[in-house]
């Protein structure tokens, strides 16, 4: 017990700004009105085993500092606005930041016929490794946004003491994948769920121009991860997928100091699904859980909260 008190820092609580009413305001606004803030960076490609490529943005300012290594959400790229302004704040403080865009979520589609998913953490140890030798004389921390959260986690969990992470922070992930994709299909999540597939299937057919690829005839994520996604990365189906990838089954294994944040009223990564015990008695974790914001979105008074505490678990002595 003593061990997980000694972990543990006084974070900043979370004030939502007075006009963010609900949880969809505080996911929409902060998503489509942020103001995007990138700083200069060179764009990066290396090769990973398969024959493949992966498109990396990297800012490095002369400090001794670490290197943090940030992944986006689902249909993300390293070009939202809550990868581009942390890379912004990170350099502020003195922090170098490399961000990884998933498999055909860069400039340009990716040779393989797989894509990425919620799991893929192999791409995430060929990135870790290009790190390391890039950058032998800097430490590693890591920031997650939801998909990219969910991913880090499971690479924490299943990398146990041997990760290469030092620090990590995982921002809205998904703890059961399946409960999250069900619930995308109810109510006004619809929204999110037609704009996240209408970008899936357009790349999917894009691919299809140029190789053989799976049928897709569905209406949901749901169906998109059980007809395209489980057959290109294999997994026997949807279900298969999700219970091998969610989050919730890899806290426990977490060996790296990790910051969890979470808005109690995410309605696209239901909080209710976390394994709060778990992650209580993981001397390695802290959890921050708001009883307001959004998905990845929390509209503050005063603005930037979120990376505020971002920086302050990073940044701690």
Not at 114 to 126: A, K, L, M, N, Q
Not at 127 to 141: L, N, S
Not at 206 to 223: A, C, D, I, L
Request: aromatic share 12%; proline share 5%; with cysteine.
């Amino acid at each position: 017990m003593p061990e997980k008190e000694q972990n543990r820092i006084s974070l900043e609580p979370f004030k939502p700004a007075w006009w963010a009413w609900n949880v969809h305001v505080h996911t929409i606004v902060a998503s489509q009105f942020s103001k995007v803030k990138k700083p200069s960076h060179e764009r990066i490609e290396i090769d990973t085993p398969d024959g493949d490529f992966l498109e990396i943005d990297a800012c490095i300012p002369d400090t001794d500092k670490p290197v943090v290594a940030l992944f986006h959400g689902l249909e993300g790229s390293t070009d939202r606005y809550y990868i581009a302004n942390l890379m912004s704040e990170l350099k502020e403080a003195g922090f170098s930041s490399v961000a990884l865009n998933f498999r055909g979520c860069g400039s340009r589609m990716n040779n393989r016929p797989r894509f990425y998913h919620s799991g893929e953490t192999e791409d995430y140890r060929t990135f870790f490794k290009w790190i390391a030798e890039t950058y032998p004389d800097k430490e590693i921390y890591a920031v997650g946004f939801s998909l990219g959260g969910n991913a880090l986690v499971k690479y924490l969990g299943e990398e146990g003491s041997q990760s290469r992470v030092s620090r990590a922070v995982a921002v809205s992930p998904p703890y059961d994948l399946k409960e999250g994709s069900l619930r995308l299909n109810q109510g006004f999540n619809r929204i999110y769920e037609i704009n996240f597939l209408n970008t899936l299937v357009q790349k999917l057919e894009k691919k299809r121009q140029k190789m053989e690829m799976p049928k897709f005839n569905g209406s949901s994520v749901y169906e998109f991860d059980d007809q395209v996604t489980a057959k290109l990365h294999g997994f026997k189906d949807a279900d298969d997928y999700y219970h091998q990838c969610s989050s919730k089954h890899f806290y426990g294994e977490v060996k790296t100091d990790l910051l969890v944040i979470h808005s109690k009223e995410d309605t696209l990564c239901p909080f209710e699904f976390a394994p709060f015990n778990v992650m209580e008695s993981n001397p390695h974790i802290q959890t921050c859980f708001t009883d307001e914001g959004g998905h990845v979105g929390f509209l503050s008074s005063p603005k930037g909260w979120l990376f505020r505490v971002i920086l302050q678990w990073l940044d701690q002595k």
